[in-house]
């Protein structure tokens, strides 16, 4: 569904245009980061107790779980706390 204005779709469009790759790249970053603090709110709120591991595979879940097959789930969930068993 589209329901922006042509005129309005182009003049955004040419305001992204107008801002350099840099700038460009830099509101991806916030855009991005602003989306995984309200996952992580909304799981905080789900959950008040949650582990930072468990916080991990929740994350990956809201974000990438329509991507892959259970199988490859079962084998990614792992190793997004391998790095931080290694730590301790």
């Given at each position: ?21 840099e ?11 602003t ?14 107790t ?39």
């Open positions: 569904m589209n329901d922006t204005h042509p005129k309005t779709a182009q003049r955004f469009v040419n305001l992204m245009m107008s801002k350099s790759n700038q460009r790249l830099f509101m991806g970053f916030s855009m991005y980061d989306a995984r603090q309200i996952v992580q709110n909304a799981i905080c709120n789900q959950n008040p949650i582990t930072s591991d468990a916080m991990k595979k929740e994350i990956f879940l809201r974000f990438y779980g329509q991507q892959f097959s259970q199988a490859q789930i079962e084998r990614i969930l792992p190793m997004l706390t391998q790095g931080s068993k290694h730590q301790e």
